[in-house]
T-cell receptor, first 112, second 107 residues
Framework: EAQVTQNPRYLITVTGKKLTVTCSQNMNHEYMSWYRQDPGLGLRQIYY???????DKGDVPEGYKVSRKEKRNFPLILESPSPNQTSLYFC???????????FGSGTRLTVV | QQPVQSPQAVILREGEDAVINCSSSKALYSVHWYRQKHGEAPVFLMI?????EQMRHEKISASFNEKKQQSSLYLTASQLSYSGTYFC????????FGTGTRLQVFP
């Protein structure tokens, strides 16, 4: 089944403890992206990648890192999480920018 | 900047029509539309490309006015299953989403 897989679905962590949210797609998509969703603010882009080893900042990149070493994987790294990074995170992928996105199921992160 | 969606919320009875608008301050390459049901991930509905035709997904259609940098989503004869939050995404050099329009359809 064609899908975008995110893990974990839920995560509670403490301030400053490094964490990684994984994202993997099995559709050979070139374009991958991370968004965070907060009430009233919609989906805001954190980082995106147009292909392997090519990444760029979205609108809210501060406090996040990404890497794209393989086409299928696009992990999101929070080196030192803070409470303002408590949010619902979505990974998404598409064949190219002119195709619709397929979203992962989301990761609900709470930083205390 | 995020595209602006209007209205922020719509309440409908089954069978009624609705229009959701999306406008951007930047020139657009394309416009995407997604629907998100409560507790779920957004689901792609359609994409409108520059110079392309009006698109349709079931009884939902959309238009794209490149000169005005605007798109509209038309929901015809709404069904209960149409309830959810609708997001437009505007593509310039990256895909930016609006803040969403919450649509509720009642029997």
């Amino acid at each position: 089944e064609a899908q975008v897989t995110q893990n974990p679905r839920y995560l509670i962590t403490v301030t400053g403890k490094k964490l990684t949210v994984t994202c993997s797609q099995n559709m050979n998509h070139e374009y991958m992206s991370w968004y965070r969703q907060d009430p009233g603010l919609g989906l805001r882009q954190i980082y995106y990648s147009m292909n392997v080893e090519v990444t760029d900042k979205g609108d809210v990149p501060e406090g996040y890192k990404v890497s794209r070493k393989e086409k299928r994987n696009f992990p999101l790294i929070l080196e030192s999480p803070s409470p303002n990074q408590t949010s619902l995170y979505f990974c998404a992928s598409s064949l190219t920018i002119n195709y619709g996105y397929t979203f992962g199921s989301g990761t609900r992160l709470t930083v205390v | 900047q995020q595209p602006v969606q209007s209205p922020q919320a719509v309440i409908l009875r089954e069978g009624e029509d609705a229009v959701i608008n999306c406008s951007s301050s930047k020139a657009l390459y394309s416009v995407h539309w997604y629907r998100q049901k409560h507790g779920e991930a957004p689901v792609f509905l359609m994409i409108l490309l520059k110079g392309g035709e009006q698109m349709r997904h079931e009884k939902i259609s959309a238009s794209f006015n490149e000169k005005k940098q605007q798109s509209s989503l038309y929901l015809t004869a709404s069904q209960l299953s149409y309830s959810g939050t609708y997001f437009c995404g505007t593509h310039t050099d990256k895909l930016i989403f609006g803040t969403g329009t919450r649509l509720q359809v009642f029997p």
